[in-house]
């Protein structure tokens, strides 16, 4: 288990992360900035864009799930016939199908075949030939931001759960992608943008969130999918039969869903079997304790790309979560109430 020392040192975290990034140093920001006045698009440029996957309205959900899956992504934007951004399309929409068409809101438990769940592949509508636009939202928070809009604007899009946000020029056509991990590197480099908030510990900050979701690792992957649709969560904590942790399930485990060695019929397994398909093992859940600061919560995050993590006691039992949403909306909330002046004063921690 990843416990370790909870005053990890940068220069492993480097390390880790070379592969990302061609040079750490990119996401160093000159001196004298804010959240106020740098904009979306100087955070496109720190980023080592991949070529930007899009599909169309009338993409239909197999040719969808094709490309996500030989991409290696989870979501991608979905523009009109005039190439303006329309919305998101995440592999999840695709599991909630999936769910309702075996009207699983009802009974998560219920006993289907792999044979049947496995026709939904080939049966066209209501699901392989289904277009995207079918899927397709309104959202509660706006899911996209110009060039010139704050990196605060984007925060403050970000607290309200959005993972990621599509930055568009000026005739609304998608250059790029800002997501909630982008924002934690952000953080990582340029401690200074969040003050002494680095220093504090989760204790005192109350950005953990007490007793989080959690099933135990004999429970049906499909059940746990459905608990995550019903609560509005990306992830749930996988817990043994005496509550400890022992691993994550999260929207990300959905990846490559579909694809010809990764078919749906793999939602009826337990967890533990399903994970063991995947990757050949249960992945180690990363830890820090509720004494942690918020710069070792963040530099874990960035060291092992995750979305959140979990706090436990010294008998490797869950207590808390925290979420980069949670991180997110503390420094919003941090920021919103100190004058602006005083941030853009605030001088950089040497890293």
Not at 15 to 34: F, Q, V, Y
Not at 158 to 177: A, L, W
Not at 205 to 219: R, Y
Request: hydrophobic share 40%; with cysteine; net charge negative.
């Amino acid at each position: 288990k990843n416990s370790g020392n909870p005053d990890m040192k940068r220069a492993a975290t480097e390390t880790i992360i070379t592969d990302n990034l061609p040079i750490c140093k990119a996401w160093r920001l000159p001196e004298g900035h804010s959240l106020h006045d740098l904009k979306c698009w100087a955070i496109l440029n720190y980023k080592r864009q991949r070529s930007l996957v899009t599909f169309t309205e009338d993409t239909v959900l197999y040719d969808a799930l094709e490309k996500l899956a030989y991409e290696g992504i989870l979501s991608a934007p979905v523009v009109d016939s005039e190439n303006r951004f329309v919305g998101f399309f995440d592999v999840s929409a695709a599991v909630k199908l999936a769910l309702g068409l075996f009207s699983l809101q009802v009974d998560p438990d219920a006993k289907i075949t792999e044979t049947e769940f496995e026709n939904l592949a080939t049966q066209g509508e209501p699901f392989s030939n289904t277009p995207l636009k079918r899927l397709l939202s309104t959202p509660k928070v706006p899911n996209s931001l110009g060039r010139q809009d704050s990196v605060m604007h984007l925060l403050e899009i970000m607290q309200n759960g959005v993972h990621r946000v599509v930055i568009i020029d000026t005739d609304g056509k998608p250059e790029g992608i800002i997501t909630q991990s982008d924002i934690m590197k952000l953080f990582y480099y340029n401690q200074y943008l969040i003050g002494a908030e680095a220093d504090k510990k989760l204790e005192d900050l109350l950005v953990a969130i007490p007793d989080p979701l959690s099933l135990n690792v004999k429970s049906r992957v499909i059940k746990a999918y459905q608990t995550l649709i019903e609560n509005n969560i990306s992830a749930i904590a996988v817990v043994d039969d005496d509550k400890k942790l022992v691993c994550t399930l999260s929207s990300s485990d959905v990846k490559g869903l579909g694809a010809e060695d990764c078919k749906f019929s793999r939602l009826l397994l337990n967890i533990d079997d399903y994970f063991i398909h995947r990757s050949g093992r249960l992945r180690v859940p990363v830890t820090c304790t509720i004494s942690n600061t918020l710069e070792t919560v963040i530099s874990k995050a960035v060291m092992f790309r995750i979305h959140r993590v979990w706090i436990t006691d010294e008998n490797d039992r869950l207590t808390h979560v925290v979420s980069l949403t949670d991180i997110i909306a503390h420094v919003v909330n941090k920021m919103l109430t100190e004058p602006q002046s005083q941030t853009e004063k605030m001088q950089p921690k040497k890293l």
